[in-house]
């Protein structure tokens, strides 16, 4: 995204009272002057900032004592360093060591996000975590995008709500989604797409996220219910990943609407 356009969207977003943005996908930090100007601005509007980053950059302790002292000076807020046997084909795992290392002793809060596909495989990557006592949260992985093609563990599990926060993602196409992780994939419905920034302001669009009743249900008593009230049986529904279950539920224009259809018949059903 061009620099003059994500400052024009960061003050817009100020505007419409956004409170918090996490810069992620990809890598914002192979765009560092620009990230720093953006966080600045964020500082500026008071909006809470987080940073994604594969850790790349903290190849040496003074490295990445410079780059943490950038984004603090900065005003940043967070920093979330990912971490999985995938990211780190790519980076060596002591980066994540020494970006947290100078995390911790600049002052900077992070954590390390583990994604993981909850498999023994995964267990000497959270060994690693725990051995360097880092602070980190466990990510299972959703299989979209690349992961697509990985196999995926039986899941095991006793019956969860699927709650979701729904953190509303914006691509560089100017494209508004309602969650960070499906964006584009839910195309025979466009459940998930706002709008585009275009021909629709930032508080037009929130105004859409914020007012969805379907989304407010999936934030609050979670996809299980809705899955249930469509007449999948518990069996089944506990055999799906949370956002596979998202998609079964809402990238089907015969579901989305019969659930349309409940909601307006039976707005309460899902509350007990
Ligand atoms: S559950 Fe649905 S809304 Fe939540 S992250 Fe997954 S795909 Fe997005």
Request: hydrophobic share 40%.
């Amino acid at each position: 995204m061009d620099l003059t356009k994500a400052r024009a969207l960061v003050a817009e977003m100020a505007t419409a009272d956004v409170k918090g943005i996490s810069f992620t996908a990809g890598e914002p930090l192979l765009y560092l002057n620009d990230l720093i100007a953006l966080i600045r601005l964020c500082k500026k509007y008071g909006i809470y900032s987080r940073v994604v980053t594969n850790g790349f950059w903290a190849k040496t302790r003074p490295q990445a004592n410079d780059i943490v002292s950038a984004l603090m000076a900065a005003g940043l807020s967070q920093l979330r360093i990912s971490f999985s046997r995938w990211h780190q084909a790519h980076v060596s795992r002591e980066n994540i060591v020494t970006a947290a290392a100078s995390c911790q002793k600049l002052g900077l809060d992070y954590f390390v996000s583990f994604v993981t596909d909850l498999s023994e495989t995964d267990a000497p990557y959270e060994q690693f975590l725990q051995d360097n006592h880092l602070k980190y949260f466990p990510e299972p992985l959703i299989y979209f995008g690349r992961a697509q093609k990985l196999n995926r563990p039986e899941v095991f599990g006793d019956y969860p709500s699927n709650q979701c926060a729904m953190n509303p993602y914006l691509e560089p196409t100017l494209d508004m989604f309602a969650c960070c992780d499906a964006g584009s994939r839910f195309t025979e419905t466009g459940f998930l797409h706002l709008g585009n920034l275009s021909n629709h302001s930032v508080a037009t669009l929130y105004g859409k996220y914020e007012t969805n009743p379907l989304y407010y249900l999936i934030k609050t008593v979670g996809l299980t219910p809705l899955a249930s009230s469509l007449g999948m049986k518990t069996g089944e529904i506990v055999t799906y990943r949370k956002c596979e279950l998202c998609e079964e539920l809402f990238n089907s224009t015969k579901n989305l609407d019969r659930l349309k259809q409940l909601l307006n018949k039976e707005p309460t059903r899902w509350h007990r």
